[in-house]
């Protein structure tokens, strides 16, 4: 019997993200293109004292992280403790390196690494597919989180498609200071769109190709995200961080999903240094990391 497991999730960002009109449930259906890149968190899944219930703790960067039962990992774990025939006592820790509430499905890496954690704490032996089933119903980006790679989203972002990719991207992610509700963000969009008419969602050919390429450049030139005007209107400071890439030789900028966090594609690892530097310099932002993907979805690197 294993005694914990420790999964690796990673970040994300929309390479694009096409935002329909709203649905009467309050979500919009969307078509999105996520990649995975390589900032993790490390979630420690092991058997809990006898009668402590679900428990979590938190290292790293952890300002803002809920540790109640608010929080998506502890309430992914009592949704695998309430579907299948566990013990009821798990006890959570999570290594924190994804900024929280920064548009990088913190959160969601979080709650897929308890579902993929729990899978093989207890060898349920979950087919991966059921495993994107179980993390749908708890958020949008989850699916992707176990996933990983680059995939198209559809539906809520949780109906995935891998997508046909080459080569490595570099990226400067630059953090903001306080983070960014996404019901929020996405209720402005509909506010700045009030009275027009919305287009089903799509992702274009011109992203797809690219990718199959493997040309950053033309990524970067079919970047866009139709959250962006919205997080801008709600923390203008986002134009600010958004054009100071762009005056330091960034192939393409974007707000990465709901935001705050910018998401800066750059042609090499060189450049990443040299605009991660400048960023950090320039006062503009909170934090600037380098990042590459794709990386892989959330997996097993520890057993306890
Ligand atoms: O699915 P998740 O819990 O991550 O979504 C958080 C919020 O983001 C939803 O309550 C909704 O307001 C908004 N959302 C949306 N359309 C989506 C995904 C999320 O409106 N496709």
Redesign the pocket.
Known sequence: MKRGVVVRVPAKVNLQLSVGP?SPD???E?ATVFQAVSLFDDVTVKVGDDGSGITLTASGITSGVPLDSSNLAVRAAALMVNRYDIPKDIALHIKKEIPVAGGMAGG?ADAAGVIVGIDALFDLGIARDELEKLASEL???IPFSISGGIAVGRG??DELTPALSRGTYHWVLATSGQGLS??AV?QECDRLREGMEIARPGVSDAMMQALRAGDAQAVGAAMSNDLQAAACSLKPALRLILDVGNDYGALASVVSGSGPTVAFLVDDEERALDLTVALSSSGVVAGAVRATGPVHGARVVETL
């Open positions: 709203v309050g979500y919009h969307i969601s958020g949008s980006d809520r972002g996404t019901p996405y």
